[in-house]
């Protein structure tokens, strides 16, 4: 018998000796970080509130209470009971019975309505019915990419349910017991922005936080041939965690499952939906482009069939030596700061990803506040000593000003805009501003992925600001369900009646204007005096955004639509052209030295990565000379051993 089937046996008499003698355990698995109990009474389990917390505490696991599929009652007779017990307010879309694990998937528009205060109504429903439910909010906005990844997990369930099992025995291994040490190499993301990748090492385990590509520089990826890293093979990877979707941090992690990578993905639920929008819109514009790309679809596929959502402040097993706690990062949906406890009580290393320190209209601050930390490894994107950033309002305000003052001429207001993040944030300012009067009513037309981004950000109301999500939870008030906007997805025709219609607002991808719609926005409006085209973001070297915010007004333009591919023509920009300055999802410098000034524990060492080499160097030595720290500007493959 295996140490882990030992482990089990233990564990299923610890649990036998807790739980009430009517009440019996039939087996006790491990699902990933989770502990799985079957039982043939869960309707008795279930009668007492405090049984499963207490277990969990005890045991001190993440447990799940499942029937035992012999004792099921049919879906047919459990499905009117399981609608009988929820309050038909909360809108119930799908019930979806799974005989093989004995859960019930309830997907509703309002899933706080079906969970009851502390759970009380699942409990319900499992006294009820014997059945364990889940619990799924039906997006307010169809999404492609939520149901698509729904369908995909349901469709997989078998095998997915196969790599939580093995993932499970792997995390719950025994330690090998030898001395105790941590370090940290830098695979990538050092002294420059792009291709995030660090190698986080402790004696026992293995773990790669984040695999970006490098935006620009598509041949500059990850060092991951390393012994550290995949070179010794990837069955050596005991875990992948990812801070958040952007590419420059998630690209690359489904080329892990080409080189042989069948591991867990830690990350939050928003971030596994967002990775699989962003990685397959990749592959997109590398097909498009004539670039190769590194992976396939499929891959994509088999990173999200390996990802361990986790929420906010779980603190979980990934590892026998290493619990993984995220915590929010502010930056985009789903972001997390990312807390490591290496070995009992050994060590505390905590990752930043990108963080925004201060509340932005989406999303709260960045969490500063661990129980320890021992080394942080901070983004610097902005640490520059001159990276200060204009103030959110005086942002607004000039927006808002740019908007009359196209409308007060009957122009356009184009803005071309990332599809995740910037456009929420944009699309919240618009919103507030013509609800308050502060610019006349008119239509907002959304174009690209952002419609889709802007569905998947309704589908996590729980992860954006507490007043933002109070409004949508409890005033029936989404924001991003207003009047005005509207998608477009009518593609040419659809446009042209804009463009031939009055005053608008245009928000479009790509934010660099590098291609995608925001091409043909500018086809049609290029040459109208009145209209304006307005940044609301970076543009970086050598894109085309740049170098119209430059004075360029020759812009080449393609046919696009015309299917005719290839010709291309010239276009005299007669449209004013405007940039607003101060909507970031990065903290600036002093919101980067607020991070570290007001952090709790201060670490003893920062490992400043994630900017350019001035930046990284600027805000180094800022920290140590406000702070008196040891900080360190890593390149890239350095390795620190920090214990
Ligand atoms: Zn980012």
Known sequence: MSQVDTQLEELKSEIEDEVPSTISITDVKYEGPELVVYTRDPKEFAGDGNLVRNLASKLRKRITVRPDPEVL????????????????????SELDFHEDTGEVVIEAEKPGMVIGRHGSTLREITQEVGWTPEVVRTPPIESSTVSNVRNFLKQERQERREVLERVGRQIHREEMGREQWVRITTLGCCREVGRAAFILNTAETRVLVDCGDKPGAEGEVPYLQIPEALGAGAQNLDAVVLTHAHLDHSALIPLLFKYGYDGPIY????????????TLDYLDVAAKEGRTPPYESEQVREAIKHCIPLEYGDVTDIAPDLKLTFHNAGHILGSAVSHFHVGDGL?????????????????????????????????????????????????????????????????????????????????????????SGKIPEMPVHLDGMIWEATAIHTTYPEYLRDDLRDRIFHENENPFLADQFNHIDGGQEERQEVVDGGPAIILSTSGMVTGGPIMSWLRHLGSDPNSKLTFVGYQAQGTLGRRIQNGWDEIPVSDFGSGRSGRSSTLSLEMGVQTVDGFSGHADREGLMNFIRNMSPRPEKVLCVHGDESSVQDFSSALYHEFNMRTFAPKNLETFRFK
Request: charged share 25%; with cysteine.
């Open 73 to 92: 009652s049919s879906p047919e007779t459990a499905r009117q009971q399981v609608l009988d017990v929820i309050p038909e307010d909360a809108g119930v």
């Open 347 to 435: 060590y505390n290393v905590c990752f930043s990803g990108d963080i925004h320190y201060e509340d932005t209209r989406l999303f709260n601050g960045a969490v500063n506040d661990f129980p320890r930390v021992e080394a942080l490894v901070m983004e610097s994107t902005y640490g520059g000593r001159n990276d200060y950033q204009t103030d959110q309002q005086d942002s607004e305000e000039a927006l808002i000003e740019a908007i009359n003052e196209v409308h007060e001429q009957e122009g356009k207001v184009l803005i071309p805009a990332f599809a995740v993040g910037r456009s929420q944030e944009i699309m919240l300012v618009i919103e507030e501003a013509m609800r």
């Open 267 to 278: 990350c939050t639920e928003p971030t596994r939906d967002l990775m699989g929008l962003l």
